[in-house]
C-alpha cells in the first residue's frame, strides 16, 4: 500500500516521546513516557488476570495516559493484595520520579503466574530504566529488548501514513511474546504510539479493528495469557486529527493494522521452538467469520504443525482442520495450495486430488514444505469471507522450553 | 461400584458374537459378527467424513447390524466417488463370505487421508481375517490388533452387571486411537457388543451418554478425526432387557458408562508420545457443562501438558488454563490439589497460595509430577458441576511421531 512507509528507528519516529529499557538476570523494566496522551487498550479475555491488568483497566478510564511501566520476568497474577499494593508501589515510584499524576501511568507485567513481585529487584531495574530514557533508535531498541522473556529478538515497527487527507503523521510499537501465548512466559504485551490526534474512544475502535486482524490472528500453542495487554497512545504531536465525521481516516486504520499485523507476524515467526513460519490464507469462505475460524485451525492444529517441522505435506490434515473448525465446507469444491516464496502449487483443485505420489505435484510440494515460510492457501467458492492467520511449526524445542522451564 | 464386575476375554464373553483379526504391514482387517442385532452409532462431527462413515451412517438407519468389517491402514477419505465404491466392493465381499444381506453389514476406516484404497490388499487381507473367525479370547485380541495405528497396545475391556432387577447382563468393546484424536493414524474408533435386549434408539440414548463422559472427555492433541466412530450392538443372548418403562436400567447406564470410561482412558494413557497419564477432576463448579469446559481445557494446554513432561508442578498454568475455558471462576476461592496414587498436595486453598519455593508443599508436588499417573483435583465452591478429563503429557516423541510420518 503505497501510502504506508515503514521507518527504522521505532519509537524514536514519534517527537516527544521518552523510552527506556534495562534489565538485571530476568527481570526487566521498559518505560514509555508519551505525556497526556490520548488513550485505549485491549486486554485478555482470561477470566484469570493479572493485578496489573485490573490496575490498568482503571487507569484507561479516563482516557489519557502519560506513561507506562512495564516490567517482565513476574506476571504479577494470582498475587491477591499484594498485588494490587505492589502496582501502586510501583506507580508512586514512576509518579515520583518524572511528575506525572498516578493516575496517568499504566501498568503491564509478563513473567511466572503465582508469584509476589520482588519488589526490591524490580525498583532497582526501574531507577535504572528511568535514568535512561531518552528518544534515540538505541532507546527503542532498549525498551523492546526489556520486555522480552522467552523471544529471541526484539520486535518493534514504525510506519509513516498518509492520510486521505494528503497529511501525514506516524505510528510506531513494540511488542514481545513468543506466541498467542504462553500463559506464564509468553504473555503478549504490546505497546503503540502514534502523533496523530484522535480522542480515546476513536483509539479504542481503530485498535480493536486492527488487533482483530492480527494479534487475534496468531496461534503458537492456543494457550492464552492472563497478562495479554495491547496499549495504544496518541500524543497529537503532528497537529493531525485523523478522524473526520465521526469516521477514523481509513488509510490510518490500514496503517495501524499494518503494524498489528507485522507486530504480531514477528511474534509467530518467533513462536517458543519455532523453526518455520506459517501462513494460512483463507478466501471464498461463507463469510469473514468462517474464514477466520478455518484459517485459525489450520495454524492451531498440532498435527499439522508437527507435519511442517517435518517438511511432511501432509494435505490431509490441513482438510481435516478446516473439517472440524466449525466453518462450511464443501470437500468436493475446495482448493488447497502451499506456497513459500518460490513456487505455489496445488494438492487439491476444486475438490480433485492432485498430490498423488510420484507426481511432479506432490514433488514441488515437499521442496516447498522445506522453505522457512510456509504458505497454505484455501479456496472454498462459498462466498466472499477471507482471512489470514499466521503461526509457526511445533518442535522439539517448544516441548524442552516448556518442559524444562522451572517455576 | 459392586453391581459391575470387570471380565477379562474381551469380545469372548459375548456368546454368539465371532471376530477377528489379521494384518500385511500397515493394513488391518477386523471383522465383528454378531448377526441381527439392534445397533446404533456415533460419529465425529468433523465436516470432511470418511466415505466408510457416510457409507455406515445409511446402515445403520435401519437399526439392525449383522457384522462390522474395519480397516487400518487407509482411511478412505476424500477419496469421492470410488471411495463409495470401495467400500461397496467390501461390504460385497464380507456380504458373500458370511451370507449376511449388505444393508446389514457397517464399515469403518482408519488411516492416511486421501489416497485411495488399496483394494486387493485390503481385500486378501479380509479373506485371511474372515478365515479367522472365532468366539476365544485371542479372536478378541486379534481383533483389537488389527485396528491399530499408531497405538502401542490392543484396548479391550469386557464387564458384567446386575442390573437393578438382579438379573445379569454382558457388554465388551474394544477401542483403538492414540488421542483425541490425530486425523491421520490417530482416528478413534470403538466397536461394543452387548448380549442385552436393547432397542438401536435405546442403544443410541445409552451410548450417547456414555461417550460424553469418556470418549469426549479425553484429548491427546485436539484434532478430530474424519473417522471416529464408536458403534455398538445388542444381540439380545442373555434374554434380558434392560429398558423397562421406557427407562435404561440405570445399572446397565453405569456399566456402559464405566466400559466406555475404561476404554477411553486406555486410549488417553496411549497417546502419541505420551509417557505420563493425566486425569482431571473439577468439583464445584457452576454446572456440568462448566466443569467439562475446565477440565478439559486443562488436559488440552499444550503448556501445562509439556509441564508434565517435564516433571514441573507448574500449576500457573492450570489456573490460566481454567480461566480461558469460557467457565466461571472466582480466583479468590478456588482450590488446586496434585496427586498420585501415593500422595495428594493442595498448591492453592480457597485463593491462598501454599506451594511457594522451599515449603513441603512444593516440594510433595515435585515428587507427585514424576508419577506415571498425574491427577489434578479443582475445587471451584461456586455450584454443584463436576467432570472428568483424561489425557497426556506433551513429549518429543509427540513431535517425532508427527513430523516423521510420511503420507
Not at 278 to 299: F, H, P, R, T, W
Amino acid at each position: 500500500m503505497e501510502f504506508i512507509k515503514e521507518l527504522d528507528g521505532g519509537f524514536s519516529v514519534i517527537e516527544n516521546l521518552e523510552v527506556s529499557g534495562a534489565r538485571e538476570g530476568k527481570f526487566g523494566v521498559t518505560v514509555i513516557v508519551s505525556r497526556n496522551s490520548t488513550a485505549s487498550a485491549v486486554f485478555t479475555s482470561n477470566k484469570v488476570v493479572a493485578a496489573s491488568v485490573e490496575y490498568t483497566k482503571n487507569v484507561i478510564k479516563n482516557g489519557i495516559v502519560s506513561a507506562v511501566f512495564v516490567n517482565s520476568g513476574n506476571a504479577n497474577c494470582f498475587t491477591g493484595e499484594q498485588g494490587f499494593k505492589d502496582c501502586e508501589t510501583l506507580v508512586e515510584l514512576v509518579s515520583r520520579d518524572l511528575k506525572i499524576p498516578k493516575d496517568e501511568i499504566a501498568i503491564a507485567s509478563t513473567g511466572v503466574i503465582g508469584r509476589e513481585m520482588p519488589i526490591d529487584i524490580i525498583s532497582k531495574v526501574a531507577y535504572e530504566s528511568l535514568s535512561k530514557l531518552g528518544n534515540k533508535p538505541e532507546n527503542s531498541l532498549a525498551a523492546a529488548k526489556a520486555i522480552m522473556t522467552t523471544d529471541t529478538f526484539p520486535k518493534e515497527c514504525a510506519v509513516e501514513v498518509t492520510l486521505t487527507t494528503g497529511e501525514t503523521v506516524k505510528i510506531a510499537g513494540i511488542t514481545k511474546g513468543s506466541g498467542m501465548i504462553a500463559p506464564n512466559m509468553g504473555t503478549m504485551l504490546s505497546f503503540i504510539v502514534t502523533d496523530a490526534e484522535i480522542s480515546s474512544e476513536d483509539i479504542n475502535k481503530a485498535l480493536k479493528q486492527a488487533a482483530d486482524l492480527s494479534f487475534n490472528m496468531i496461534v503458537v500453542d492456543g494457550d492464552e495469557s492472563t497478562n495479554d495487554t495491547c496499549l495504544m497512545m496518541a500524543n497529537g504531536q503532528s497537529n493531525v486529527n485523523v478522524v473526520n465525521d465521526g469516521q477514523v481516516d481509513s488509510n490510518f486504520q490500514e496503517a495501524l493494522n499494518y503494524l498489528c499485523i507485522n507486530l504480531a507476524k514477528k511474534m509467530a515467526r518467533d513462536g517458543e521452538g519455532a523453526t518455520k513460519f506459517l501462513e494460512a490464507n483463507v478466501y471464498g469462505a461463507k463469510d469473514q467469520n468462517d474464514a477466520k475460524l478455518a484459517a485459525k485451525s489450520i495454524i492451531s492444529s498440532s498435527l499439522f504443525k508437527s507435519a511442517v517441522f517435518g517438511g511432511d505435506p501432509n494435505w490431509g490434515r490441513i482438510v481435516s482442520a478446516i473439517g472440524y473448525s466449525g466453518c462450511d465446507l464443501n470437500p468436493d469444491i475446495v482448493t488447497i495450495a502451499i506456497a513459500d516464496d518460490e513456487d505455489e502449487v496445488d494438492l487439491v483443485r476444486k475438490g480433485e486430488i492432485l498430490a498423488f505420489e510420484n507426481t511432479p505435484y506432490l514433488e514441488r510440494a515437499e521442496k516447498i514444505m522445506q522453505s522457512k515460510n510456509v504458505t497454505v492457501n484455501i479456496d472454498m467458492y462459498l462466498g466472499d469471507g477471507q482471512a489470514t492467520a499466521w503461526g509457526c511449526d511445533l518442535t522439539y524445542d517448544y516441548v524442552k522450553i516448556n518442559a524444562e522451564y522451572t517455576t
